[in-house]
């Protein structure tokens, strides 16, 4: 993690996450093994540490044209979705994330993998050619509308139980835990195009 980079987009923005929602969201990130020996209202105690920290995304907004042949002459639709700069793992987003530019202060940067728009767009393509694999008929058209690099807000929060040490991941703008997500980002399997 670096803390270098000084303006940049920002997804969202941190929120303080009251104890009792943090508290649930690092309970449900835990294995089950954990939670049958942890009780929630005592998760004050566990927790030794709390780090904010930004986490990179690439984030498209593209215009998908559908030609349904003889059926109505076509359909445009608009979708948004994201690369994780880290991991290379891809998705739809159901809406636009909002972003805002802003600063990061004091607060670490995680080093992207994925460094260019143009070391980006691969993934897209991929993304795309997915989508399309589901789609009867002619293959939809797409057309990239932006293609920024934003940043997330996100918590590491490490606990420590007894002789065990453990990290979660938790979203800092929804309270979420991201478990998923960071086990993508040691692994190499999303960089395969």
């Given amino acids: 993690m670096s803390s270098h980079v000084m303006h940049a987009n ?18 449900k ?6 939670q049958r020996t942890v009780s929630i209202s005592k998760m004050d ?4 540490e709390k780090m ?3 986490h990179p995304f690439w984030i498209s907004t593209m215009q998908v044209t559908y030609d349904r042949g003889l059926l109505l002459p076509f359909k445009i639709e608009t979708v948004y979705a994201f690369v994780d700069a880290v991991s290379g793992y891809r998705d739809r ?8 530019e802003d600063t990061f ?16 767009r691969p993934y897209f393509i991929d993304l795309q050619n997915r989508w399309s694999r589901s789609y009867v008929g002619e293959r939809p058209k797409y057309e990239h509308l932006s293609l920024e690099l934003a940043y997330m807000p996100m918590w590491m929060i490490s606990l420590r139980f007894q002789t065990e040490h453990v990290s979660v991941i938790i979203n800092g ?21």
């Fill in 45 to 48: 105690d566990y927790i030794f």
């Fill in 105 to 120: 202060g004091t607060v670490p940067v995680v080093d992207r993998v994925i460094e260019t728009k143009e070391a980006a």
């Fill in 52 to 54: 904010k920290f930004y």
């Fill in 93 to 100: 987003l159901t809406k636009a994330w909002p972003v805002t």
């Fill in 173 to 193: 703008m929804t309270g979420v835990g991201e478990e998923e997500l960071a086990a993508r980002w040691a692994g190499e399997e999303w960089h395969r195009l």
């Fill in 29 to 34: 990130s835990l294995d089950r093994r954990l």
């Fill in 10 to 27: 920002i997804i969202g923005h941190f929120k303080e996450i009251p104890d009792g929602h943090l508290h649930t969201a690092i309970y």
